[in-house]
């Protein structure tokens, strides 16, 4: 495992990275960026961002959820190579929350193509433990994210998610099998693994426990508090590494040692 630590604020907004080990692969010196994004809601107290090509334009998006569970959403006018963002909705309220999304508090958002429809639809993590889905009824060039309450075997099997407090999902497709899995991180500084048993189409999630771990499962994982799990695979090996942040702006990165289809994390 190594440690990553990370400054982040929004407002004028600051990135400083500085590794004190990574054990895999050969990093150069990292940037560091400042850019003024115009002014958010609660820009000096929590937030959690979520990057991505909401308009297909070809350049990343930014939706930063926040501690009163509304989501800000700036747009990139610039591009792939010099970004530039414009504050479309600056969650400062249900009315100017991105598509009116409202969790109750601390919104933790996820963009993903969960029916494999091509296009992104919304699950939104907040501090009760559970995740809000909001299904994309548009397309990918006019989304129009609807709540939904209730539905389908599969549907539902969202709702029957809860992880004690400040839900922090990410979906990924770990073991290999075409259709997305569900991580969710939260306060206790754990990580509750849901197995999609379902299709890319219809995905249904079971909770596992002993299914992927540093040593037996994900709960093995404890980052000491309000654990937020990110999945990408840094070394270009073809399997998924693991980063989780924490309260303190630490990033603990584990190596995945396994299989494409059986993923360990050291």
Partial sequence: MSIIRVAITLGLVTY???FTQLL???FKEWKVYNYNFPSATDKNFYIS?????????????LFVGNWKGFIAFYENIGNPDKFLFKLVNNGLSKESSFYKVFVGNKAIPRLVDIDADNDFDL?????NGNIAFYRNDG??????FKLIREGTEQINSYFNINVGFAAAPFFVDIDNDNDYDLFIGNAQGYIAFYRNDGTS???LFTRVKGGFSIQDSFENINTEGYSIPVF???NNDGKYDLFVGNWDGTIYYYKNIGSEKLPKYK
């Fill in 139 to 144: 397309d990918m060039n006019h989304p129009l």
């Fill in 24 to 26: 895999y692969g050969k």
């Fill in 49 to 61: 961002i979520e990057c991505c090509d909401i308009d297909m334009d070809g350049d990343f998006d």
């Fill in 232 to 234: 990408c695979d840094i």
């Fill in 201 to 203: 189409t219809s995905p």
């Fill in 16 to 18: 400083i990275f500085s």
């Fill in 123 to 127: 699950f939104v993590g907040n501090n």
